[in-house]
């Protein structure tokens, strides 16, 4: 068996992750995209670009290779990129968010796996990273707030899975019910609770 080039592996990883998270937001209304349903006030299009912002730091500043045209909100220090205002549409973001990836591919493809960067945002102890560190660093973030996703989707109208045609569940509605009575009658049960 050949052994798969470890950036490219990287990359798909990444890659697939973007695709699932965008994916969460197809066929939602405007205030479906927006609204809050935790209260950390997390959001789906919150979600979307956050992660632009990241990418746009992590693959741009890291590196030096600035992102052209930033937002100005992405210059401040504050929680602008968890939410989405009334003004900013969802094509903006979504616009924003392939602009970033882009251009974090494009710093993926240009440099080698053990090119340095410096996190200006960490510890000084820890700021100089490799293009591997990062990567790395980036699939677990992107996997995190993807996780956040399939919540927040799977709370708005029960969608679930990585893709549209791939639920990833083992089992159908029925069963997916006699599971969670399953589980939630063993966690009465665990902390004494009678039904």
Do not use: C
């Not at 392939?98 to 000084?124: C, K, M, N, Q, Y």
């Amino acid at each position: 068996m050949a052994v798969p080039d470890p950036k490219e592996t990287l990359h798909r990883y990444l890659r697939v992750v973007r695709e699932a998270l965008l994916w969460k937001l197809d066929g939602l209304s405007e205030y479906d995209v927006r609204r809050p349903l935790v209260p950390t006030g997390t959001n789906l299009l919150g979600l979307v670009k956050h992660l632009a912002a990241v990418e746009i730091g992590y693959f741009g500043d890291t590196f030096g290779r600035p992102f052209d045209n930033p937002p100005s909100w992405l210059l401040e220090w504050s929680d602008a990129d968890m939410w989405a205002t009334a003004e900013e549409s969802r094509e903006e973001i979504l616009d924003l968010y392939a602009r970033a990836t882009a251009h974090a591919d494009a710093t993926i493809t240009a440099l080698p796996l053990d090119a340095v960067g410096r996190v200006p945002w960490w510890r000084e102890d820890r700021a100089e990273v490799s293009l591997h560190q990062v990567l790395v660093h980036q699939i677990a973030e992107t996997n995190r707030h993807a996780g956040h996703a399939d919540i927040i989707r799977e709370l708005i109208d029960g969608a679930v899975g990585l893709r549209e045609d791939n639920d990833n569940m083992s089992f159908d509605a029925t069963e997916q019910q006699a599971f969670y009575e399953k589980v939630e009658a063993a966690a009465r049960q665990a902390g004494g609770l009678t039904r």
